[in-house]
């Protein structure tokens, strides 16, 4: 089975805290996704990386840097945390499956981790 | 860029009662549809759509995916109070398998 993990169920920060959200897959996969997701809004694409030291911007990348070292761990940075950066956290993980002329993607997600920012 | 809208945003049912989430998008690159069932965390797979008029089954749910009219729905019959949750849709964009996701379906299901 895929498992994803993430470093922290729930976190509290204060305002202008640096703050580390750590996410680790241990199937090999490629990629790597980090979301956020607040309500009536969906999961909206932060960052993710398709390779180790890669990385591209999702729809929200503002406020947010991303690292990857080695290919199971994607770290997400908030370098000056805020209040509207409330939300609830969800990291992915996906491999490339080829199946005929389209190439489907599934990913696979950790428990998430609830991020107060007071 | 792609779109995906999801209808209705919220839907409150008894159990036993039929339901109907409806997903519908705009693409530039259509390479296939999915489903997804998020409960108190980690959303979870359910379905790949990857052909029109092709049902997919699995237990009481089900799903289509209509390519002419972009749209793909998802049927859960004989509903149960485990079958709350939020349903996502979403599309995959890249080769790199960057997901869009719709807003979600919160579905709640009362004894």
């Known amino acids: 089975d895929v498992k994803v993990t993430q470093s922290s169920r729930y976190l509290v920060k204060r305002t202008g805290e640096k703050v580390f959200l750590e996410c680790v897959q241990d199937m090999d996969h490629e990629n790597m996704f980090w979301y956020r997701q607040d309500p009536g809004l969906g999961l909206r694409l932060i960052y993710f990386s398709y390779d180790v030291k890669m990385k591209e911007k999702g729809d929200i990348p503002e406020g947010y840097s991303v690292s990857r070292e080695k290919k199971e761990r994607f770290s997400l940075i908030l370098e000056s945390a805020s209040t509207n950066q409330t939300s609830m956290y969800l990291c992915?993980?996906?491999?490339?499956?080829?199946?005929?002329?389209?190439?489907?993607?599934?990913?696979?997600f950790g428990p998430g981790t609830r991020l107060t920012v007071t | 860029e792609d779109k995906v809208v999801q209808s209705p945003l919220s839907l409150v049912v008894h159990e036993g009662d039929t339901v109907t989430l409806n997903c519908s998008y705009e693409v530039t690159n259509f390479r296939s549809l999915l489903w997804y069932k998020q409960e108190k965390k980690a959303p979870t797979f359910l379905f790949m759509l990857t052909s029109s008029g092709i049902e997919k089954k699995s237990g009481r749910l089900s799903s289509i995916l209509d390519k002419k009219e972009l749209f793909s729905i998802l049927n859960i019959t004989a509903t149960q109070t485990g079958d709350s949750a939020v349903y996502l849709c979403?599309?995959?964009?890249?080769?790199?398998?960057?997901?869009?996701f719709g807003q979600g379906t919160i579905l709640t299901v009362h004894p």
């Open positions: 992915a993980s996906s491999t490339r499956l080829a199946g005929g002329p389209a190439a489907v993607y599934e990913q696979y």
């Open positions: 979403a599309l995959p964009e890249t080769s790199y398998g960057k997901l869009t």
